[in-house]
Nanobody
Framework: QVQLVESGGGLVQAGGSLRLACTVS????????MAWFRQAPGNEREYVCA???????YYASAVQGRFTISRHNTKSTVNLEMNSLKLEDTAVYYC?????????????????WGQGTQVTVAS
């Protein structure tokens, strides 16, 4: 049973920073592609970024240059460092995992999901 648990969400002022973490259990973490998605109220869930087992990374244009994804295979964690946060970054952030070495940017390609963590950016 693969389980993903996000942490680190909260309230932050615009321009501030926040760090999310996702801890994974129940599978060989190093062989999975890991991703972050987010869903704002009234919106569809959208892709944020992803990282392959060997460190290949792709960011959505909305977060490029502000967010940094990283993974620690020995600790089975993936992190999301968010800087220069904007009001429009407010959303529930989800961690997702998919077996294999391909980087996907669509949610339908990911089989495993965390419960989400709320990020609220205030003015």
């Amino acid at each position: 049973q693969v389980q993903l648990v996000e942490s680190g969400g909260g309230l932050v002022q615009a321009g501030g920073s926040l760090r999310l973490a996702c801890t994974v259990s129940g599978h060989t973490f190093s062989t999975y592609t890991m991703a972050w998605f987010r869903q704002a109220p009234g919106n569809e869930r959208e892709y944020v970024c992803a990282i392959t087992w060997h460190g290949g990374i792709y960011y959505a244009s909305a977060v490029q240059g502000r967010f940094t994804i990283s993974r620690h295979n020995t600790k089975s964690t993936v992190n999301l460092e968010m800087n220069s946060l904007k009001l429009e970054d407010t959303a529930v952030y989800y961690c997702a995992a998919q077996p294999g070495y391909t980087l996907y940017a669509t949610e339908t390609q990911y089989d495993y999901w965390g419960q989400g963590t709320q990020v609220t950016v205030a003015s």
